[in-house]
């Protein structure tokens, strides 16, 4: 499958936009106080009512689509949504498992319809007047970026859609430590469209996605990636290596484990 | 020029466990709603609760994946000779190029309740929860890949009452594309705390058996469901049951309050007939999303009175399941497959008084009809809309 990117969004630790994830991978500096520093995302086309509303996980995955779109050249109309988290909302989890041993008939409606999986997409939808299809997936920790990317690329490949994509993960509250230890909550956000239909902007780059390639041994560390000097823990950090080569217009040639038997190689072409 | 087929297909729910149970209720007229009993709610409800839940145990290999909802999951995969039907065709396809997308707004929640009732005193989960494929929203998912043995892409998509109608989109989508050469696609949702008291706390649920486009109706009676279906791609022969379309959209309105005019869901409905490439008089027969909430029912009428002629027969099947939430999608599919196959089209349980304010007729009684193309809809919080569309392939083996 082929398609073009038109335009990336980055929020993570010490960088709250695609700029400043630029520079921290054009720096090939190791910045260890930058894992200290939480993103405070500020999703502005979130009203202010339903910014001081939302929970951090939504605030986090809009304003990362919102970047993406905008360096895109695309409205947020044009966009058919792909939103995908490993673990996604487990604060609202925990607010929701801790109630109901307290005060059940205390839970908040809020809460609750924010406890979807599909709130970050529906946010995103209600704020930017969006119509379009929408979707939030998940897989496991080491194949979710994978199956993300593959979302994508085959919504622009057989529906024709131009998508927007974010991948996104937050920390976890204490309880769930054992479960995924996520060491920074970080997003990416990518704009698919397929080859040679560009909004007035011209796409960053073209790439192939290549999904028959057998995996032939385990050779990806999931979860931690380090890249430039930049290191995560969290699934979402998977998908580091092509954002890297975004970041840095270098070559791409990435390649992600998709599943037990299957990987996904992504080439720029 | 190939098709989507479906090879096989099943359903569990308070309805009956397998097609067989689930044909004799739906022939009967008897509801699987039953007053709520649901360990640790005192809610005064009903709900489609699927007895034999409990009863599976997990040891040997399964030891560690335990959750209300894996174990719903593996009832369901089960019943109707699905299993042994998926491990024949994983052998002869291979295993790499099976794919499995499975729809769930629960996931493995109700574990994670209990997890946190026996926290320890540092708030940390005792060894027996720590769980980690269960734990998260794609415990399904990774569950129907651990059961099946299929080793490609397996992905879980979680958009509340949509979800496991969008995995037919995502499976014809792989399907289409080359990605794999068959895919099990599927849903389970299971009772748990959360959306007992969740949907509560909206105002959302009826302490009576719901009554789906009824003029008393007065809101939902939530239900568990596990279901499963085997998608490839190749020609469809004599009788054989086809996807033939999908259509998705958002409202753009609100979380929990569907678009007021339906916008989402006629578009939705629109793009399906669009994919599938048929008129809206082709449509035989619709299973509605019909909760029962006073604000969908109308809502979906409305939509359908735009589109469809008032002789397209249309029913909810919700007062025999139950809204079974992320499996709603699969568990009205198979209603409506299996209408496809049968003839034998269900009306609406509970419906003695239509609403006046409806805008669209709604059957009551069950229908013998004769079916070609029928369509289901699946309309989740966020604003998030899928309609699907299937076809029985005619007897001289063109879709007719």
């Not at chain 2, 399964?62 to 089960?78: H, I, K």
Request: with cysteine.
């Amino acid at each position: 499958m082929k398609f073009s990117i038109s335009g990336a969004g980055a929020i993570g630790p010490g960088f709250a936009d695609w700029q400043e994830f630029c520079s921290l991978v054009d720096s090939n500096e190791s910045d260890d106080s930058c894992v200290s520093i939480p993103p405070s995302p500020i999703p502005l086309s979130m009203s202010k009512r339903e910014r001081a509303r939302a929970p951090y996980l939504v605030k986090l995955a809009v304003a990362a689509a919102e970047q993406a779109c905008a360096a895109s050249g695309f409205s947020p109309g044009e966009l058919a949504m792909v939103f995908s988290s490993s673990m996604s909302d487990t604060e609202v989890t925990d607010y929701m498992c801790r109630t109901l041993i307290e005060n059940p008939s205390e839970m908040s409606p809020t809460k609750f319809h924010n406890s979807v999986h599909n709130a970050a997409a529906g946010y995103w939808a209600i704020s930017n007047a969006v119509h379009k299809p929408a979707t939030a997936i998940s897989g496991s920790n080491q194949h979710s970026a994978a199956l993300a990317l593959v979302e994508a690329a085959s919504q622009c490949d057989q529906d024709g859609s131009s998508v927007l994509l974010v991948v996104y993960d937050i920390l976890c509250p204490p309880s769930f430590n054992c479960i995924l230890d996520i060491t920074s909550s970080l997003a990416f956000a990518l704009v698919l469209t397929p080859v040679g239909r560009n909004s007035d902007i011209a796409p960053i780059v073209s790439l192939e996605m290549d999904a028959n390639v057998d995996k032939a041994e385990s050779d990806m560390i999931s979860g931690t990636k380090k890249a430039s000097g930049l290191s995560f823990q969290n699934p979402t950090a998977d998908l580091l290596p092509l954002m890297q080569c975004l970041a840095s217009d270098s070559m791409v040639d990435v390649t992600l484990p998709m599943s037990a038997a299957r990987r996904l190689s992504v080439v720029r072409i | 020029m190939s098709d989507i087929v479906i090879s096989h297909h099943t359903l569990t729910c308070a309805a009956g466990q397998g097609l067989g149970a689930l044909s004799e209720s739906l022939n009967k007229r008897l509801s699987g709603l039953t007053e709520n009993d649901f360990p640790g709610c005192d809610l005064s409800t009903w709900i489609g609760r699927v007895k034999g839940t409990e009863d599976i145990k997990f040891e040997d290999e399964l030891e560690g994946w335990e959750s209300r909802n894996n174990a719903l999951a593996l009832l369901g995969y089960m019943q109707d000779g699905f299993s042994e039907f998926v491990t024949s065709r994983v052998k002869e396809v291979g295993a790499s190029r099976v794919g499995i997308v499975i729809g769930t707004s629960t996931s493995s929640i109700g574990r994670t309740e209990e997890a946190y009732r026996h926290l320890d005193a540092n708030q940390l989960f005792p060894p027996e929860y720590v769980q980690k494929e269960v734990h998260t929203p794609h415990s399904p998912g990774a569950f129907l890949a651990k059961i099946s043995d299929i080793t490609g892409p397996s992905m879980t998509v979680s958009t509340a009452c949509s979800s496991s109608a969008k995995v037919f989109a995502t499976a014809a989508r792989w399907l289409n594309s080359g990605l794999v050469d068959a895919v099990l696609v599927g849903g389970v949702d299971s009772l748990c705390l959360s959306v007992l008291y969740g949907f509560h706390s909206l105002q959302l649920v009826s302490s009576n058996q719901c009554r789906p486009f009824d003029e008393h109706r007065d809101g939902i009676n939530l239900g568990e469901a596990a279901g499963f279906a085997f998608l490839e791609k190749r020609k469809g022969e004599a009788g054989e049951l086809l996807v033939s379309g999908y259509g998705e959209s958002s409202d753009a309105y609100h979380m929990s309050h569907p678009h007021p005019e339906g916008l989402g869901a006629e578009m939705a409905m629109t793009r399906a007939l669009e994919y599938a490439k048929l008129g809206s008089g082709d449509i035989g027969y619709i299973n509605l999303h019909g909760t029962a909430s006073r604000v969908n029912d109308s809502i979906e009428t409305g939509a359908l009175r735009r589109l469809f002629p008032e002789t397209t027969r249309v029913s909810s099947t919700k007062g025999w399941t139950g809204h079974t939430l992320g499996a709603a999608g699969i568990a009205e599919v198979v209603i409506c497959l299996q209408a496809l196959q049968t003839g034998l089209a269900p009306g609406t349980l509970n419906l003695a008084q239509p609403d006046p304010g409806l805008s669209f007729p709604v059957m009551q009684e069950n229908e013998n009809l004769d079916l070609n193309h029928v369509m289901s809809n699946s309309f989740g919080f966020g604003g998030n809309n899928c309609s699907t569309i299937f076809s029985r392939v005619a007897p001289s083996g063109s879709n007719v």
